[in-house]
C-alpha cells in the first residue's frame, strides 16, 4: 500500500510540473485563430460596477439553433420601453426545442453488451452567447462513453476549449503503453493515425484547424510524457480523470505564459485562461461509472426499488461555500491570518460562486505574473478580459481544478443519470428531477398507441391534433431534457406549470435574462438493465 500511495503522489507531481517544461518547446509556429469577445457572467463574477456589459462582436462558438431561434422572440431593453411579448404554445415548445437531441444506443458493439440505452440533452441560453457546452463520445480504445456538462463564466472561451480538449487527455491517459507507442509511432512515420474518440454530441467547431493543431501538439506531449513513465496497462479510470482535469488546466494556463507571435492565438489563449469553467464528467464502462466534478454543476442517479418506489442517489457535492468539506480544504491550504477573507459573501474571496474551476488565471497566478502576462501589449478591454485583484490576495492559488471523483458499481435498479448546469438546480432539487424524469417516462409510455381491431381513421387523428394544437393543449416532450428545462422556468412557488411565467422566462431582453436565470444545459441517460445485469453476473 505504501509504494501505491508513493508511486501515485510520485505520478502527481510529474503530470503537473512536467507541462511547465514542455510547452516553451512548442512555440514558434504561426497559427490563425478566431477572435471572439464575451460577456461577463454577472451572477457568478460579482462585476463592482453597475453597469451591463455587452459584447462588441460576434461570438465564435458555436449555438446549434436554439440561440438564433431564442433572438427572435428577445429583444433589448431600453428606459422607454415596456414591451411585453406573449408567446403561444407552438412558439414556447420551438424555442425550448430547439436545441434538444437524442441518440439510442446499439444494444451490442463488437459483441459486448452496452450498458448506457440512450441519452437526450438540451440546453438553453440566457447568456448571450451562450456560455454553457456539453459533450458526449465513446472512448474508441476503452469502449468506455463519457457525458460531459461544462458551465462557463466571464464568457464562453474556457468552456469551449475544455468541452473540446478534456475527453483527448482523459482517453489518452486510459490507453495502455502499447497503444501509446503505436500513436507516436504513426506520428513520427507521418502516417494516419487511428481515431481516439467517436463524438455522439460535439461541443462545436469553433477553432480553426491551425489552434486545433497546437492543442494536438500539447496532447502529443502528454502522451510522450505518459510513455515516458512505462505504465503498461495505463492509468485507473480515477487516475485518469484527475491528472486530466489537472493536467488539461495546467496548460490552459502554461498556452498564454509562453511567448506566441500569433496575435489572434494570443488573444484566444488569453481569452480561454481569463474565463473560467466547471466542469462534471460521467464515465461509463459496464457497471463502473465514474463522474469526476469541479464546481457546482451536478450528476444524480434515478434509482427504482423492487417495490417501484424512486428515489435520488447523488453522485457529486457542489463545490461552494455551502459545501462544509470545501471550506475545511480552503482553509487547511492557506493561512490562519485569511481564515475570514477566502469566503466573503459565499463567494470565494467575495468574487466567485464555484471553489474549484478551470482558467480563472486571476486566482491562480501571483500578482506580479498576471502584470507580466497582461503587459504584454494586449487590448483587454477590446477583449473584455476582467481586471480586478480581489482585497486579501496573499497566497495564491486559491482556486483548483482538481476534480472531486464518484465511484458507483451500477445495479439493476439504477434507472437513468442526470447532468446539468447549475442553471437547473437554481430551480429544481434532487428529487424534484427524478420526479419529473419519472412523470417523463410514465407520460410517454402513456402515449405509446395501442393496436386495436379497428385501424384508427388517419384523418379523425389529425383533425384531433389539429384541435388540441388550437386549444394550446399540453403536447408531451419527447425529451426529457427538455421537461426538466420547461419545469425548471415554467413552474410557480406551488409547483405548477405557469404558461405566463414561461413565456416571461423565455422572452427576457438579452441584457436581463441574466439577471433571472443562467443557462441550462441537461443531459439525462438511460441505463439498459439487462446489460447491466450480465456485466454484474460476469464478474460474480
Known amino acids: 500500500m505504501q509504494s501505491n500511495f508513493i508511486m501515485a503522489n510520485t505520478v502527481t507531481c510529474w503530470i503537473l510540473n ?30 463592482l460596477s453597475k453597469r451591463l456589459f455587452k459584447s462588441t462582436a460576434v461570438d465564435c462558438g458555436p449555438h446549434d439553433n436554439v440561440f438564433f431561434l431564442q433572438k427572435a422572440f428577445r429583444h433589448t431593453s431600453t428606459e422607454e420601453d415596456d414591451f411585453h411579448l406573449q408567446l403561444t404554445p407552438a412558439q414556447i415548445n420551438e424555442v425550448l426545442r430547439a436545441g434538444e437531441s437524442s441518440h439510442k444506443i446499439l444494444q451490442y458493439e463488437n459483441k459486448l453488451p452496452n450498458s448506457v440505452l440512450r441519452f437526450e440533452s438540451n440546453q438553453l441560453a440566457a447568456n448571450s452567447p451562450v456560455e454553457d457546452r456539453g459533450s458526449i463520445a465513446t472512448c474508441l480504445h476503452s469502449k468506455g462513453m463519457m457525458f460531459g456538462v461544462f458551465d462557463g463564466h466571464g464568457g464562453p472561451a474556457c468552456a469551449q476549449a475544455v468541452s473540446e480538449r ?110 473560467g469553467a466547471t466542469a462534471c464528467i460521467a464515465h461509463v464502462d459496464g457497471a463502473h461509472l465514474h463522474v469526476a466534478n469541479a464546481g457546482d454543476c451536478r450528476a444524480i442517479l434515478g434509482v427504482q ?90 497566497t495564491p492559488p486559491y482556486l483548483t481544478a482538481e476534480p472531486e471523483i464518484t465511484y458507483h458499481k451500477l445495479r439493476r435498479k439504477d434507472k437513468f443519470l442526470v447532468m446539468a448546469s447549475d442553471g437547473l438546480w437554481d430551480f429544481l432539487g434532487n428529487e424534484d428531477v427524478v420526479r419529473l424524469v419519472v412523470e417523463h417516462l410514465e407520460e410517454a409510455t402513456r402515449q405509446k398507441p395501442e393496436l386495436t381491431e379497428k385501424p384508427a381513421n388517419l384523418g379523425h387523428m389529425q383533425s384531433l391534433l389539429l384541435q388540441r394544437k388550437a386549444k394550446g393543449i399540453h403536447v408531451p416532450d419527447h425529451n426529457a431534457a427538455t421537461h426538466l428545462i420547461r419545469h425548471a422556468i415554467g413552474c410557480n412557488e406551488y409547483g405548477e406549470m405557469d404558461q405566463e411565467r414561461l413565456s416571461a422566462m423565455l422572452t427576457l431582453p438579452e441584457d436581463l435574462a441574466r439577471m433571472y436565470r443562467d443557462d441550462i444545459t441537461v443531459t439525462v441517460v438511460y441505463f439498459n438493465s439487462d446489460s447491466i445485469d450480465m456485466f454484474c453476473k460476469g464478474s460474480e
Open 18 to 47: 512536467s507541462a511547465r517544461n514542455s510547452i516553451a518547446t512548442l512555440q514558434g509556429k504561426g497559427h490563425l485563430y478566431s477572435r471572439c469577445v464575451q460577456n461577463r457572467n454577472k451572477l457568478k463574477w460579482k462585476v
Open 166 to 275: 478534456l475527453f483527448y487527455y482523459v482517453a489518452v491517459s486510459l490507453m495502455s503503453h502499447q497503444t501509446l507507442e503505436v500513436m507516436e509511432d504513426a506520428m513520427e512515420s507521418m502516417k494516419p493515425l487511428l481515431p481516439i474518440l467517436k463524438w455522439h454530441k460535439h461541443p462545436g467547431n469553433s477553432l480553426y484547424k491551425e489552434v486545433t493543431s497546437v492543442h494536438f501538439d500539447h496532447l502529443r506531449v502528454y502522451w510522450q510524457e505518459l510513455l515516458d513513465q512505462h505504465m503498461e496497462m495505463g492509468l485507473s479510470i480515477k487516475e485518469a480523470l484527475t491528472y486530466s482535469f489537472q493536467r488539461l488546466d495546467s496548460d490552459i494556463s502554461l498556452e498564454i505564459q509562453a511567448p506566441l507571435e500569433d496575435e489572434i492565438l494570443r488573444n484566444l489563449s488569453l481569452q480561454v485562461a481569463f474565463s
Open 305 to 394: 426499488e423492487e417495490n417501484g418506489a424512486w428515489s435520488c442517489l447523488p453522485l457529486t457535492r457542489d463545490h461552494n461555500a455551502w459545501n462544509k468539506a470545501e471550506l475545511v480544504r480552503l482553509k487547511k491550504e492557506h493561512p490562519e491570518s485569511e481564515e475570514r477573507t477566502i469566503i466573503v459573501d459565499d463567494r470565494l474571496l467575495g468574487v466567485l460562486m464555484p471553489s474549484r474551476a478551470f482558467g480563472d488565471v486571476q486566482l491562480k497566478w501571483s500578482k506580479e505574473l498576471q502584470q507580466s502576462v497582461l503587459q504584454r501589449g494586449f487590448n483587454t478591454e477590446a477583449l473584455n478580459i476582467y481586471q480586478f485583484t480581489p482585497p486579501n490576495y496573499y
